[in-house]
């Protein structure tokens, strides 16, 4: 079945200090792979995805995510976290596999940037 | 160009009572997603919808419906309200779905939100 997990339900980060923010996912067949951000009382904004190609992804706001397919893991990255980043991340799985192609989201990872 | 837009923004409603929900998507776009985030549950989802044809449906129970409209506009409904129905529902909209528009062409752009509090 297909999942998503991000393993780390908070990351603290110093600002101006490198930032990760962790997914593995599980899926039958080639995935897309998307993250997410959500400031409070507002929808999720599209900050980038993977579908193919080029393993490094690049993003909206400075941000970069990796696939690996070995280790089934797209980690979204920031050289510098910039306290406006403080938000809530998900990422999102489609499985092109599975027929249904519906769309997975991980529990979320609250993200603090400290000043 | 407008983005997502879903009414009622809130909404406060008692146990037993039916809601509907609405959401226009990004214009041009024609496939509509549903999602219901609550804090312990994170983002479910609920069904997607093209061309008036509904694609996708997670695993809700039959309380919960939604229909789309030919000009991609949708709506969801929550018959029968619980208290465990309280929750953000959220709205997104893509071009089209997987493999139908082409790579990428399934990006979901979200609405800001439907919250419900059911007392």
């Known amino acids: 079945a297909q999942s998503v997990a991000q393993p780390e339900d908070q990351v603290n980060v110093a600002e101006g200090n490198p930032l990760t923010v962790k997914c593995t996912y599980s899926v039958s067949g080639n995935p897309y792979l998307f993250w997410y951000v959500q400031y409070p009382n507002r929808g999720l904004q599209f900050l980038l995805k993977?579908?193919?190609?080029?393993?490094l992804v690049k993003g909206s706001y400075g941000f970069e995510a990796e696939f690996n397919k070995s280790q089934t893991s797209f980690h979204l990255k920031k050289p510098s976290a910039l306290v406006s980043d403080s938000a809530l991340y998900f990422c999102?799985?489609?499985?092109?596999?599975?027929?249904?192609?519906?769309?997975?989201f991980g529990t979320g990872t609250r993200l603090k940037v400290l000043a | 160009k407008a983005g997502v837009t879903q009414t009622p923004r809130y909404l406060i409603k008692t146990r037993g009572q039916q809601v509907t929900l609405s959401c226009s998507p990004i214009s041009g776009h024609r496939s509509v997603s549903w999602y219901q985030q609550t804090p312990g549950q994170g983002l479910q989802f609920l069904f997607e919808y093209f061309s008036e044809t509904q694609r996708n449906k997670g695993n809700f129970p039959g309380r919960f419906s939604g229909r789309q409209f030919s000009n991609s506009r949708s709506e969801m409904n929550v018959s029968t309200l619980e208290l465990g129905d309280s929750a953000l529902y959220l709205c997104?909209?893509?071009?089209?779905?997987?493999?139908?528009?082409?790579?990428?062409?399934?990006?979901?752009?979200f609405g800001p939100g439907t919250r419900l509090t059911v007392l």
């Open positions: 997104a909209s893509s071009l089209a779905p997987p493999l139908a528009g082409g790579l990428g062409a399934d990006t979901q752009y």
């Open positions: 999102a799985v489609r499985d092109l596999g599975s027929g249904t192609y519906k769309y997975i």
């Open positions: 993977y579908i193919t190609g080029d393993n």
